[in-house]
């Protein structure tokens, strides 16, 4: 699964605004597209914190059309959502979790937070607890 949300920019005179289409509490601007579409990387974390707070599933991207911007998250990121959304698959209280993987509940709470910088490594071993493989890939920007 990859995360890659599609935007919508719409331009005024004086900003461009930047929507992530599948996550709507993801609103932003800027002084032109770049800005903007740099703004809604910030935007779309916080925002899907706000869906990992709420125990809420993180919504799958659409696809973007051709020449649509999108926002890609970072692979330490893209693995902790993956996470979240595993644990609510199986029904898995962050307690369960660090139960299994022998480590206190606060260190769950820390591969959970989309701000701490967590070992991917200790994200990709609470995947492999959940039945899951953090698989990466490498694509060449255009």
Known sequence: MQFRYPLDL????????????DVPEAITFGEDAEHAIHE???ALVVALGGYIA???RVPTPSEPGPEQPAVTLSPLVTA???????????DMTKVALARK?????TIVRRLLDLDHRSHIGHVELALEQLGYRLVTSVAKVA
């Open 80 to 90: 902790k959502v993956a996470l979240h959304n595993a644990m609510l698959e199986r």
């Open 40 to 42: 809604a990387e910030d």
């Open 54 to 56: 709420d125990r809420e």
């Open 10 to 21: 719409l331009s005024s005179e004086s900003q461009v605004i930047a929507r992530v289409i």
């Open 101 to 105: 993987l022998g480590v206190t509940e």
